[in-house]
């Protein structure tokens, strides 16, 4: 049976308000950075909303008919919509389909749920579509949209829904989950991993799974030993690309910041990577050219906004390590 998360429960009990008070909005959006659950929060809601025997708590049961037909993907209320298979936004014609759907009478009495998930990807045609089924919904349906970019969402759509915005847990939550999910970690890493994920436990959960850790100290290395000319930028960028799909931009312009703000003496805990302070205080008071290291933030907080297009990612690392590497004013 599937269980809150623990930094879930407030919100939980937020939603249930929504029902004890029977005034559930026509379209709830869930937003928060990755890692945090969203999904399976609204997942949670969901299963619960179509349940036939709801436990004392408001979770579903896990037993009777609506919950099989739902864990089988096959209950006739519960419509999901995301991008298609090598696509990269909703459809208008998912869109049209659904809402087809949504407009025929249901087989069963309740709620009827569409999931949206990521809400962002929805396109110019597939939002407008969107849009005239939320400002004339059907009875007893729900739209629950989940997304980590709401600001990417149009404003007109933003308007017509409530709104539950998922923060970052404290670690006193977030830490003891992490290690009850893998006992093999210590304090220091689960602090490392949740400081590297901006405290979110389900990314630093896969980081963990996946080793992520020590691929970012190996990072942080070949960073540095740019900027003391021991490693050509070059084959630096060649090396980055062997991991795609990591966040080594962010990680950049985290690094960056940081920086600038040992360079200003900042208390650690305003530090993005605190546990990188003894590397970057001593870099701090190297004779750098802070003007450039500033101008060289600024390219990499752009790179960030265009790092999902077409550009080309190697050429892009290269400049930014080559402009790094041509910071230190020693001769």
Same mark, same amino acid.
């Given at each position: 049976m599937e269980e809150l998360l623990p930094w879930h429960r407030q919100h939980w009990r937020q939603l249930q308000r929504y029902l004890h008070s029977q005034r559930l909005p026509q379209a709830l959006l869930i937003s928060g950075k990755a890692g945090l659950g969203k999904q399976h929060l609204a997942s949670q809601f969901a299963a619960a909303l179509l349940c036939s025997r709801p436990q004392d708590n408001g979770m579903a049961c896990g037993h009777c008919r609506d919950c099989r037909l739902r864990l089988a993907d096959t209950h006739p209320n519960l419509f999901s919509l995301a991008p298609l298979e090598k696509k990269t936004s909703i459809g208008v014609d998912q869109i049209r389909a659904v809402i087809t759907q949504?407009?025929?009478?249901?087989?069963?009495? !309740? @709620?009827?749920?569409?999931?949206?998930?990521?809400?962002?990807?929805?396109?110019?045609?597939?939002?407008?579509?969107?849009l005239k089924f939320l400002e004339e919904p059907t009875g007893r349906t729900l739209l629950l949209l989940i997304t980590d970019a709401p600001s990417k969402l149009p404003a007109t759509i933003i308007s017509r829904c409530q709104k539950l915005t998922?923060?970052?847990?404290?670690?006193?939550?977030? !830490?003891?989950?992490?290690? %009850? %999910?893998?006992?093999?970690?210590?304090?220091?890493?689960?602090?490392?991993?949740?400081?590297?994920?901006? !405290?979110?436990?389900?990314?630093?959960?896969? @980081?963990?799974? %996946? !080793?992520?850790?020590?691929? @970012?100290?190996e990072c942080f290395q070949n960073w540095l030993s740019v900027a003391k000319q021991q490693t050509h930028a070059v084959q630096v960028a060649e090396a980055w690309q062997k991991w795609p799909d990591l966040p080594i931009l962010s990680w950049f312009a985290s690094w960056l910041i940081d920086l600038l703000k040992c360079s200003y003496n900042i208390n650690t805990t305003y530090l993005y990577n605190p546990c990188l302070y003894p590397a970057l205080q001593t870099l701090s008071q190297q004779h750098l050219d802070w003007q450039k290291v500033f101008i060289l933030y600024d390219l990499a907080l752009t790179n960030l906004q265009r790092q999902h297009t077409t550009i080309n990612k190697q050429l892009m690392l290269e400049e930014l390590l080559i402009q790094w590497s041509q910071l230190n004013r020693n001769p």
């Open positions: 949504a407009t025929l009478k249901p087989q069963f009495d !309740g @709620y009827r749920i569409i999931l949206v998930n990521p809400a962002d990807t929805l396109n110019t045609y597939s939002a407008n579509a969107f998922l923060s970052a847990p404290e670690f006193g939550l977030s !830490g003891p989950w992490l290690q %009850q %999910q893998l006992p093999e970690l210590d304090d220091n890493e689960s602090k490392r991993l949740l400081q590297l994920t901006q !405290g979110s436990p389900l990314l630093a959960l896969t @980081y963990a799974r %996946q !080793g992520t850790l020590a691929v @970012y100290d």
